[in-house]
């Protein structure tokens, strides 16, 4: 029997935990480490955001430098989309942010920032947690005031990515083949 493009054909399929959703055309990973959008946080705005960062961990778990780290992140991406005024600065007592970080053309975006430490991260989101943004973005702090923007993806390929456990949580773990790369001069 000769197979017609209209037959039912499935040989295609891939299963969730292969393959988070479409793979985009060009990704994250198919940057050299000098393509990536470095941005630079000025020292007054690091001060202040430390200072964020202090009150979250006086409220919730967590240490003052990681809730710094993801401060900065979140910064460093709302800088170059004109949304620093929609960064979420309140402090909650759970030390959460209820899974959105700032808002920007009516999408909501969680950051996920990683030290220095990590030479070639995956984005890695709460597997336990409702998944909240419209897109998740991966940052990665290279110094004390600049942060590398990886990539972002939309909900579904977080929703679809593969759970993994790691320290006694388990995360989505979205690996930069399937991050859309932010363009190199914002």
């Known amino acids: 029997m000769v197979k017609r493009h209209n037959d039912n054909d499935d040989t295609n399929d891939v299963s969730p935990p292969e393959e988070p ?7 994250a990973a198919d940057l050299d480490i000098g393509d ?8 007054k705005r690091l001060y202040m955001l430390q200072e964020y960062a202090r009150r979250i961990a006086d409220a919730s778990r967590g ?5 710094r780290t993801g401060k900065v992140g979140e910064d ?13 600065l309140e402090v909650y007592a759970d030390g959460g942010d209820g899974g959105v970080d700032l808002n ?14 990590r030479s070639d991260p995956a984005l890695t989101v709460d597997a336990y947690e409702q998944l909240r943004a419209d897109y998740y973005v991966l940052a990665s702090r290279i110094s004390e005031t600049d942060v590398r923007l990886v990539g972002y993806a939309p909900r579904q390929f977080v929703a679809n990515a593969p759970v993994r456990s ?7 773990f979205v690996e ?7 363009p190199r001069h914002l």
Do not use: M
């Open 63 to 67: 240490s003052v430098e990681n809730h």
């Open 166 to 172: 790691y320290r006694g949580g388990d995360y989505h």
């Open 176 to 182: 930069q083949d399937y991050l859309f790369p932010f």
């Open 76 to 88: 460093a991406v709302a800088k170059p989309l004109g949304a620093r005024g929609s960064i979420d």
């Open 21 to 27: 959703a479409a793979t985009p055309l060009f990704s």
């Open 36 to 43: 990536y959008p470095v941005v630079h946080i000025p020292e």
């Open 104 to 117: 920007h053309r009516g999408a909501t975006i969680d950051v996920k920032t990683v030290g220095q430490h």
